[in-house]
């Protein structure tokens, strides 16, 4: 009689779902962490560089000035699907924020990691105040560490598996990250670095390694074709910001211990340890390429004088292999031991989680604006240590620049409105609105709507590349200007008014005027003496 038992070629663990062995808790940690963004996402107003994706995103070009395509993109989308309220806004930004904590203990399973290094990985990034700012904000800075991490993920597959087709998807993957920030070459040149440091160096002789450089050069490609048609005006931004000193540049003990404050004090040993991990432990060996990257970003960073957060997108990685090391430690075992062995150091685990949680709490308003302003303000007074400066000029400001430059755009825009009032409707067609930076345009062209205010003009950033727009300059309302200048440049200037001072903004009370019969030609003939790309 034939036996009716069925015997099966997979292995055990191949049914197992996709959230077994910890990944159930860790997408409850992201759900988590997503509802706490759309909560507190609308707490303040909309920040600065908000303006400008909004702004880039009503002219979808394969280039700005300032950055590329991808961003102004994906918000052009959001915005015609969700709205434009700050939770809508900052969907995009608190959904990828919320999927990296799902990315990074993806990357501590890959490492070997069991139920305690991928929980554990959650929580670092969780609570990490980089990551919780990614979540908050909309900006280039929301989507890198998923894309770096997205490489970081390919690299890791094609070494584990020793299956180099995954170069294909690196590649893929690093060219989006190039049409969301370029940076993300610094961290393709570190992989290049790894290996070529590591016996991976032989991939170089597989062709897929070069067909994912091909592909990414590919996505790329109408990106570069964009700044070399405009004569590289990111080039030539960097190097106008970099000639007028406007960052602050650290000494190396000062930029390494703010990489520890980006990710959360308290989590620096769980990096550090992944760091020494995938540089000198045996467990971690066909990664060690990933330390290599890794050290060859920071002294990229350091000597270019890049700000301390260009580094951030690069942790996860660190993160995830630290928590394997960790969990190692902790119980005593290698990962060859069966799982019911007894852990030697049991008892860390919940010391280390309730440590992390508990002083990731303390942290959170720092990134995300749990309190009023002035609350926030009493309480950075209890912090241990000064918040990060990363520009000369935001020093000034009671609140750090992230909440600062949340605050005044509407009493901007509502003293252009005023202006506006006065313009008879005969005159109105041909009277621009000209702005200083790209955040008093933004602002114009994104609040001035309610007000019926025209789009704005401005030789800051994509501004300029955007011309005139048809202005003879006869008329013109001119923001945060000097009378004298002005004066120069038009017979009649009429001051209308200082913008209502708001204490908690960066950009404090603007001038608004009315200039009227121009002493230049045209405003075409003009336009090229007003660009200001820094």
């Not at 945060?480 to 038009?490: A, H, I, N």
Request: proline residues 6%; hydrophobic residues 50%.
């Amino acid at each position: 009689m034939a036996s009716t038992h069925t015997t099966s070629f997979l292995p055990r663990n191949a049914h197992k779902s996709f959230f077994a062995g910890g990944m159930l808790i860790v997408a409850a940690i992201a759900l988590a962490k997503l509802l706490l963004h759309i909560y507190f996402n609308n707490r303040y107003g909309y920040f600065r560089d908000e303006f400008d994706y909004i702004s880039c995103g009503d002219h979808l070009a394969w280039g700005y000035v300032d950055q590329p395509p991808l961003i102004p993109f994906l918000i052009h989308i959001s915005r015609a699907v969700l709205g434009d309220s700050l939770r809508a806004i900052r969907f995009i930004p608190a959904l990828a924020s919320s999927l990296l904590v799902v990315q990074a203990a993806v990357l501590a399973r890959e490492f070997g990691g069991r139920r305690f290094a991928l929980l554990l990985t959650a929580i670092t990034i969780v609570i990490a105040p980089q990551y919780l700012s990614n979540g908050s904000l909309l900006g280039t800075n929301c989507l890198e560490p998923n894309l770096w991490m997205g490489c970081a993920y390919f690299a890791i597959l094609a070494i584990k598996r020793n299956n180099p087709r995954y170069w294909l998807w690196f590649g893929v993957v690093a060219g989006l990250g190039l049409q969301e920030k370029y940076s993300i070459a610094v961290f393709g040149f570190g992989i290049v670095v790894g290996l070529l440091l590591t016996p991976q160096r032989r991939i170089f002789l597989n062709p897929w390694i070069w067909m994912g450089g091909l592909a990414a050069f590919l996505i790329f490609l109408p990106n570069l074709l964009w700044n070399i048609h405009y004569h590289w005006p990111f080039v030539e931004l960097m190097h106008n910001i970099r000639a007028e000193g406007r960052d602050v540049i650290l000494p190396l003990p000062q930029y390494f211990f703010q990489q520890t404050l980006l990710v959360h004090p308290f989590a620096a040993p769980i990096w550090l340890a992944g760091l020494f991990g995938l540089l000198f432990s045996a467990r971690l060996k066909p990664y060690r390429f990933l330390g290599w990257c890794y050290l060859t970003c920071f002294t990229m960073f350091f000597v270019l004088h890049g700000k301390n957060y260009y580094l951030a997108p690069v942790y996860p990685m660190l993160l995830a292999a630290g928590a394997v090391v960790i969990e190692s430690f902790i119980e005593g075992r290698e990962s060859s031991v069966e799982q019911n062995s007894r852990p030697r150091h049991g008892w860390l685990k919940p010391v280390i989680v309730i440590l992390l949680l508990a002083s990731g709490a303390h942290l959170a308003p720092v990134a995300v604006p749990i309190f009023s302003p002035d609350k926030f303000i009493a309480y950075t007074k209890t912090l241990p240590m000064k918040l990060p400066v990363m520009e000369h000029s935001h020093a000034r400001a009671v609140l750090p620049q992230w909440y600062a430059d949340q605050f005044g755009w509407e009493e901007i825009v509502a003293e252009t409105a005023v202006a506006w009032d006065r313009i008879p409707l005969s005159d109105r067609k041909d009277c621009g609105i000209f702005a200083q930076d790209y955040g008093q345009a933004g602002a114009i062209d994104f609040l001035g709507r309610r007000y019926g205010l025209p789009r704005s003009l401005s030789g800051h950033q994509t501004w300029f590349l955007w011309g005139p727009r048809g202005y003879s300059g006869n008329c013109m309302i001119v923001l945060d200007d000097s009378r004298k200048r002005l004066e120069e440049l038009w017979e009649h200037v009429e001051y209308v008014g200082t913008s209502a001072d708001n204490p908690y903004a960066l950009e404090k009370q603007i001038d608004v005027f009315i200039c009227r019969n121009p002493k230049f030609a045209t405003l075409a003939e003009l336009w090229p003496q007003i660009k200001h790309w820094r």
